[in-house]
């Protein structure tokens, strides 16, 4: 019996099959943690640029300071901006503490997506119902990319709207370039986590945290130490660093490029560790 | 004689180092109530998952609606009603959007069934999971397992948590379904409902399928279950050799009393499950 015997039936009807039906309940599932997130990193750095006024002044006295103080200046790009002006203050602190969040954020979401439902004991409801896991591992991976799109373009705007009413001028560019490496950051720590929970059948969110943390230190500490420069190769929070791309820095497309390498790869364990895994 | 539902030939599915289960064979009719028994860990869950393509074995052929378990999953889960043994959802999901996501996996409009399932059962639609109790979760099991009123049902312990009143209520929607032409396995510990619902029933213990046959020939053996005073002492057993050679045995003691009888099904189940050869003593 086929879909299309049904209908002939007058008991199935092919128009009303949802293909995204995963898709929206894995949306639905994440919305509050979406909303929690965003508000809290995106509303922070946001209040930071509309109280750029009110520090400015005291800015003005400490730029000076925060750029001589050596590893610490240069670890966090101080010492080729000056926190004195919007767009430094800008890359500096507050893209610093979007990519932290962003990144941790994207290591949660992914870090769940496939253990939840074991450690949840929702697989069985979930795998029972009629969708090859090739379906399900595709609605939910893009979930999760919906929601790191989302995180981005927002927060990129909710920023942009913040110079707006701060009468700042930043340069749009660097702001766009900034959200998209940013959005290819989360990807790849999305995905690496993605292929953790693929992997698990408990609950990874500890880890999917770590590793988010691990790569950014990583990046604080390649600018600093010459013997570990090549980190940079490895940890995403390299290329989508704000101070380079609001420098004018030429863009690492080594390290792009290879972000792009451990998605696919990241993405493809996950659905070959996915298709031989067992319910239990 | 019915075409063939449920055609399992040579499965053998192991976890690892762990048994699952080792060359079963068995066939389920169309329009049979199919009773399949065994204690836990015996490999029931197994087989019902090897059966839905949901773990991949190692062996054998398993065609479920004339469809291949592993290659043809996904149109048998969406032509199978099934209940896990475990009722467990999104507990922060209401009763009906959980329904309903079942029913639009299938691309169908189940609303209608789907309905009469929750008045009969019971079922409070506007609940979240979280606050329902084990019966009442199995409850959402069962309705997202019967509305789409599928041609097979494949039932994992579907009573355990049930109340008596549900628990009939159950079955009498399994009946009517049946009566529709509709084929249910059920696997299950409860021997008085597959005496009561089930033509044929297979038993499994420690992997192997030890015994299919019709309930009716189940229950008729050269098996005896004896109880009598022996001694002084009380003894209850089932014994399976012959009747003269325990009389010959019994012909030194002090029988004061004794009943040799048909066994029940319950007698065969536990013989089964516990492999004795000779005679066995009852709790």
């Known amino acids: 019996m086929t879909p299309k015997d049904v209908t002939k039936a007058g008991h199935w009807d092919e128009r009303q099959v949802e293909t995204m039906v995963l898709y929206s309940h894995e949306m639905k599932q994440n919305l509050k943690g979406f909303l929690i997130w965003f508000l809290v990193i995106v509303g922070m750095c946001f209040g930071c640029i509309l109280l750029y006024s009110s520090v400015e002044a005291s800015l003005s006295d400490m730029g000076d300071i925060f750029s001589q103080m050596g590893a610490m200046s240069k670890a966090f790009g101080m010492d080729r901006l000056s926190v004195a002006t919007m767009g430094g203050y800008f890359a500096t602190e507050i893209a610093m503490l979007h990519a932290l969040g962003g990144g941790m954020f994207a290591a949660i979401l992914g870090s769940n997506l496939l253990s939840k439902e074991e450690f949840g004991h929702t697989i069985e409801f979930l795998a029972v119902l009629p969708a090859s896991r090739g379906k399900i591992l595709a609605q939910k991976y893009l979930s999760m990319i919906t929601y790191c799109i989302l995180f981005q373009v927002i927060g990129t705007l909710c920023y942009a709207g913040g110079f707006a009413i701060m009468d700042e001028k930043v340069s749009a560019e660097h702001l766009l370039i900034m959200g998209a490496s940013q959005l290819l950051m989360m990807v790849e720590v999305g995905s690496i986590c993605f292929c953790i929970s693929a992997f698990s059948r408990k609950n990874r969110m500890g880890i999917g945290l770590g590793v988010a943390m691990i790569f950014f230190a990583m990046d604080v500490m390649c600018r600093v130490v010459p013997a570990i420069e090549d980190f940079k190769y490895v940890t995403p929070f390299y290329y989508c660093n704000a101070t380079d791309i609001f420098t004018e820095e030429a863009f690492p497309t080594g390290s792009a490029a290879i972000a792009v390498f451990v998605i696919l790869i990241s993405l493809g364990l996950a659905g070959f560790q996915y298709h031989r895994k067992d319910l239990q | ?283």
């Open chain 2, 1 to 283: 004689m019915g075409k063939n539902v449920i055609e399992i030939k040579n499965l053998t599915k192991n976890y690892g180092k762990n048994r699952g289960v080792t060359h079963l064979t068995l066939t389920v009719e169309e329009g049979e109530i199919f009773g399949f028994l065994g204690p836990n860990g015996a490999g029931k869950s197994t087989t019902i998952r090897s059966m839905l393509g949901l773990a991949r074995f190692q062996e054998g052929e398993v065609k479920l609606l004339g469809m291949d378990a592993k290659t043809q999953s996904v149109e048998i889960l969406r032509q199978v009603g099934y209940m896990p043994s475990e009722a467990w959802f999104y507990p922060d999901m209401r009763v009906r959007d959980v329904i309903a996501l079942a029913a639009k996996m299938r691309g169908m409009d189940c609303s209608a069934e789907a309905e009469m399932l929750c008045e009969r059962l019971q079922v409070d639609q506007t609940k979240k999971i979280e606050e329902l109790s084990l019966g009442n979760r199995k409850k959402v099991s069962i309705v997202c397992a019967m509305q789409h009123q599928p041609k097979l049902f494949v039932f994992d312990e579907p009573t355990s948590g049930l109340d008596p009143l549900m628990q009939a209520e159950f079955f009498k929607l399994i009946l009517e379904y049946n009566a529709k032409g509709a084929t249910c396995f059920l696997s299950s510990h409860v021997l008085s409902e597959i005496r009561k619902y089930c033509g044929r029933a297979a038993i499994i213990r420690e992997g192997k399928l030890v015994k299919i046959d019709t309930v009716e020939n189940l229950t008729k053996t050269s098996a005896k279950h004896v109880r009598m005073i022996k001694d002084g002492a009380e003894e209850d057993f089932i014994y399976r050799g012959k009747v003269n050679d325990l009389l010959r045995e019994l012909a030194g003691h002090d029988i004061s009393d004794i009943v040799i009888e048909e066994p029940e099904l319950e007698d065969i189940f536990m013989h089964f499950y516990d492999g004795a050869d000779e005679k066995e003593a009852k709790e």
